[in-house]
């Protein structure tokens, strides 16, 4: 297998991001939705207008995962508190997306991009780190319970009309 690298993106990713993280979310969970909730969601949040406007945002951070030039993960942490009604610490973080490629899962590709995340997090001074994970997703559960994140609340995430039943899960650093 070829060795991973990882880096940061620029304007000349945005085709490629959007496209591996529509084809990440589909595989996954495309089969949950009424077309019309789901192409709203792709629109809204993965397009390639909504991941060029991320990487406008100063508050947003990403890193790609590439191995032979292919990209085949990524990661999006905000520096910002995602859900303040359930902050303990006094500088939260939030690591907001995790994609992989559908065919490149169990390769250390979100190990590698959860450890870059960490290390972001640890730097720039957070104290609490919160995630959205699906209720239903529990290898996304035993992932992150590996970095020390556990259920703190039951939350919801809006696609199209649809409201899944979402955990927030934290860990205090």
Same mark, same amino acid.
């Given at each position: 297998?070829?060795?991973?690298?990882? @880096?940061?993106?620029?304007?000349?990713?945005?085709p490629?991001l959007?496209?591996?993280? =529509?084809?990440?979310?589909?595989?996954?969970?495309?089969?949950?939705?009424?077309?019309?909730?789901?192409?709203?969601?792709?629109?809204?949040?993965?397009?390639? *207008?909504?991941v060029?406007?991320?990487?406008?945002?100063?508050?947003?951070?990403?890193?790609?995962?590439e191995?032979? %030039?292919?990209?085949?993960?990524? =990661?999006? =942490?905000?520096?910002?508190? %995602?859900?303040?009604?359930?902050?303990?610490?006094?500088?939260?973080?939030?690591?907001?997306?995790?994609?992989?490629?559908?065919?490149?899962?169990?390769?250390g590709i979100g190990?590698?991009?959860?450890?870059?995340?960490?290390?972001?997090?640890?730097? @720039? %001074?957070?104290?609490?780190?919160?995630?959205? *994970?699906?209720?239903?997703n529990?290898?996304?559960?035993?992932?992150?319970?590996?970095? %020390?994140?556990?259920?703190?609340?039951? =939350?919801t995430?809006?696609?199209?009309d649809?409201?899944?039943?979402?955990f927030?899960f934290?860990?205090?650093?």
């Amino acid at each position: 297998m070829a060795e991973l690298s990882l @880096r940061s993106t620029g304007p000349a990713d945005v085709p490629a991001l959007s496209r591996l993280a =529509i084809d990440s979310f589909v595989a996954k969970f495309g089969a949950l939705y009424r077309p019309a909730d789901l192409n709203a969601f792709l629109e809204e949040s993965l397009s390639e *207008v909504a991941v060029a406007a991320d990487l406008a945002n100063p508050k947003l951070l990403y890193q790609l995962a590439e191995r032979d %030039g292919e990209l085949v993960g990524f =990661i999006k =942490i905000g520096l910002g508190c %995602g859900f303040p009604e359930h902050a303990r610490g006094s500088k939260v973080m939030e690591l907001k997306q995790l994609y992989t490629a559908p065919q490149a899962t169990g390769g250390g590709i979100g190990s590698a991009l959860m450890d870059w995340a960490m290390e972001q997090f640890s730097t @720039r %001074g957070a104290d609490e780190v919160q995630l959205s *994970v699906y209720a239903h997703n529990d290898g996304a559960h035993r992932f992150y319970r590996r970095y %020390g994140f556990d259920k703190v609340a039951d =939350i919801t995430f809006r696609v199209g009309d649809h409201l899944d039943p979402e955990f927030l899960f934290a860990r205090l650093l």
